[in-house]
């Protein structure tokens, strides 16, 4: 991926993501993720990413991650913040934004530049609502110390309410915050990249920390390393919560041929997105 340019951010604009930000949940159809395969351009950055697959990262994505070392440039993180917004929609995010949340988990955070997003939206939303909002604090943990520095690096709070904190943490293992801790969890791009056994933990895990509603953004199409998982909507509820919203998703506008990504990142890959709620929420005197 080369430096991107003033050009290839206005092809983002171009979007209009902006005016729409569930724009994505409207481009998607079963009979467009069919067509897919008549398009060349998807077919030959599918088999790209198959076959250019670190060897280290499909043996052991954990030991992958942890070890990583990966700088990013500011102008990158702000395309890639940009462009990652189609495929990953504010999905009940309002939910953050509303009176009696105090603390949000970005759990796998990266490079963080999706918390910004979601740090970004909550401000978006006091703001139209004249409203002055409230103490936030936006908590992202990710297994790469590298990439966590690059979160604090470049990350910047929208709003003087709220705080934005980064941390390294292994979720297989457990993190050292107390049962429903965080009102609200999100996790992008994270179940893809676990075995049965760790899935099965992080889920435990994620379902003993969360006290309100859950997030997911994950993939739908297998690749080396990758496993899709269409039954999270069930796994989540056998632990407590049930899942409002659900929607399929391509990785970036649907054209029949081609690509509307200026830097052609990733291939028309399907995604899913959801919200689940907690079907029995603590009440705030068991929490605080």
Same mark, same amino acid.
């Given at each position: ?104 988990? =970005? ?71 107390? =049962? ?83 830097? =052609? ?20 005197? =068991?929490?605080?």
């Amino acid at each position: 991926m080369h430096v991107p340019t003033p050009e290839d951010f206005r092809a983002l604009t171009d979007w209009g993501l902006v005016e729409r930000p569930f724009a994505a949940i409207d481009d998607y159809s079963a009979e467009r993720e069919h067509r897919r395969t008549e398009n060349d351009r998807h077919q030959r950055r599918r088999r790209e990413q198959e076959r250019n697959a670190s060897a280290e990262f499909v043996a052991d994505s954990q030991a992958y991650y942890r070890s990583m070392d990966r700088p990013i440039d500011r102008t990158k993180w702000s395309y890639l913040k940009r462009r990652k917004a189609w495929f990953q929609p504010p999905v009940g995010w309002n939910r953050f934004a509303a009176p009696g949340t105090s603390r949000v988990l =970005d759990l796998g955070c990266g490079d963080g530049d999706q918390t910004q997003r979601v740090a970004d939206f909550v401000a978006g939303q006091w703001l139209s609502a004249g409203y002055d909002g409230f103490p936030l604090e936006i908590v992202g943990v990710d297994l790469s110390e590298s990439r966590v520095e690059n979160a604090r690096r470049h990350t910047r709070s929208p709003h003087e309410k709220i705080t934005l904190r980064f941390e390294t943490g292994d979720t297989v293992a457990g993190l050292d915050y107390g =049962d429903d801790f965080f009102d609200h969890t999100l996790v992008m791009g994270l179940f893809e990249v676990l075995g049965d056994d760790p899935l099965e933990a992080v889920l435990d895990e994620l379902a003993r920390l969360t006290a309100q509603g859950i997030y997911v953004r994950d993939i739908l199409d297998a690749y080396p390393g990758l496993t899709p998982r269409p039954d999270l909507s069930a796994r989540l509820a056998d632990r407590g919560f049930d899942t409002v919203e659900r929607h399929k998703l391509f990785e970036e506008p649907f054209v029949a041929t081609g690509t509307h990504d200026p830097l =052609d990142v990733w291939p028309m890959n399907v995604h899913q997105v959801l919200f689940a709620a907690a079907t029995d929420p603590p009440s705030p005197e =068991d929490r605080y």
